[in-house]
């Protein structure tokens, strides 16, 4: 093993993959080497940079970077939406962003004074005008059979980072959850059914179905903003019983939000917790 070429080539930013590849030695030795020799802070210190200027070479990749850019905004999605959750952080933010709001809006008025600055802000926002109506009309004049296409392929591409009993990738923990309550009591489903309706997309997507005699279908749902899930949930709902008249819709959310979807709920849409799930299924299956 070179140990002189192996320092030089590191310090010069290649990685212990590179450097294993190339001197055919393992790269925890690799590793070994290159902390006794540089100290184990100096070591770090260049392999961050190396790891840096790696990630900037391939985001120089058109399709690498949007790869990249699309996983990142997922996972800050993610993360925000969990702490979301937390009401302190909620309170906090929605605070935060007012006054970052408010701050913007105050400079923009000032900054429109200048006759300049205003002339090229009507033409940046006549530009974007006309860019995002090309696109939309794109996208509605396209047949029922593109726009099928393209909306279960953004279904596919959608990130889903969690696993569900049967290995199935999931959304989020209450989808998990609710499939572990589903396999716990032996009750088959389907997860994420498509079913065809007569909406923009042509088809509808269902969270659980369980084909047998319960006739059910489940929706697992804790986003913030229940009236207008709800609203949401009311049209599918509507596409769903006309497809299956004595079908039953059970929606399961959080108990810190059972109160508030009951209240915006249709009487025939049941609202649960998990628990409450779980002991409506055991009766169901008792009675039947």
Request: aromatic share 8%.
């Amino acid at each position: 093993m070179d140990r002189q070429g192996i320092l030089a080539s590191f310090v010069s930013g290649a990685s212990l993959k590179e450097l294993s590849n190339e001197h055919a030695a393992k790269k925890a030795m690799i590793r070994e080497y290159l902390v006794n020799m540089l100290g184990r802070r100096r070591y770090l210190e260049i392999a961050h940079s190396n790891g840096g200027k790696a990630v900037a070479r391939k985001l120089a990749e058109p399709g690498y970077r949007l790869e990249y850019l699309r996983k990142m905004s997922l996972r800050v999605k993610e993360s925000l939406g969990a702490k979301m959750q937390e009401k302190a952080f909620r309170v906090a933010w929605l605070a935060k962003a007012r006054r970052g709001s408010k701050s913007g809006i105050e400079k923009l008025r000032e900054s429109m004074k200048d006759l300049q600055f205003y002339d090229e802000w009507v033409d940046k926002c006549r530009a974007a005008g006309k860019t995002s109506y090309a696109r939309c009309v794109g996208i509605h004049k396209a047949s029922p059979d593109a726009r099928r296409v393209w909306s279960t392929l953004g279904l596919k591409r959608t990130g889903k980072k969690l696993t569900g009993p049967h290995g199935e990738k999931m959304y989020n923990r209450l989808e998990v959850s609710v499939a572990r309550v589903l396999d716990r009591l032996g009750l088959e489903y389907v997860y994420e059914k498509i079913l065809a309706a007569n909406n923009r997309n042509g088809f509808l997507s269902v969270d659980f179905v369980l084909p047998s005699a319960l006739n059910l279908f489940i929706e697992a749902t804790y986003w913030s903003n229940s009236e207008e899930k709800i609203r949401e949930l009311r049209k599918k709902w509507g596409f769903i019983k006309k497809q299956h008249p004595n079908a039953r819709l059970i929606v399961v959310t959080e108990i810190g939000r059972l109160e508030e979807y009951r209240a915006l709920a249709q009487i025939d849409i049941n609202v649960f917790t998990l628990i409450m799930l779980e002991r409506h299924l055991i009766d169901a299956k008792l009675a039947g």
